[in-house]
Nanobody
Framework: QVQLVESGGALVQAGGSLRLSCAAS????????FDWYRQAPGKQREFVAG???????NYADSVKGRFTISRDNAKNTVNLQMNSLKPEDTAVYYC?????????WGQGTQVTVSS
């Protein structure tokens, strides 16, 4: 059974940094691409960053130059390094992947950026 577990969310001041991690199990990790999404209160879930099986990356315009996604195939983890955080980055952050035609999500981790 596929399981994604996010961690690393916290309360941080604007301008600060956080590193989120997503631990994956029940999946042949190295052959799957992964994404980070976020959902703020009252808003739809939105794409933040993605990483392919070959570690090609792409980012939402709102986070380019501030966030970095990476993967560690030896540890079955996907990380999101977030720098220069802004209050508008406040959201629940979710790790996701498409597995057998279905998008799978973790439970999410809360990131709150205070001004």
């Amino acid at each position: 059974q596929v399981q994604l577990v996010e961690s690393g969310g916290a309360l941080v001041q604007a301008g600060g940094s956080l590193r989120l991690s997503c631990a994956a199990s029940g999946i042949p990790f190295s052959i799957y691409a992964f994404d980070w999404y976020r959902q703020a209160p009252g808003k739809q879930r939105e794409f933040v960053a993605g990483i392919s099986t070959r570690s090609s990356t792409n980012y939402a315009d709102s986070v380019k130059g501030r966030f970095t996604i990476s993967r560690d195939n030896a540890k079955n983890t996907v990380n999101l390094q977030m720098n220069s955080l802004k209050p508008e980055d406040t959201a629940v952050y979710y790790c996701g992947t498409w597995y057998r035609g279905t998008q799978r999500w973790g439970q999410g981790t809360q990131v709150t950026v205070s001004s």
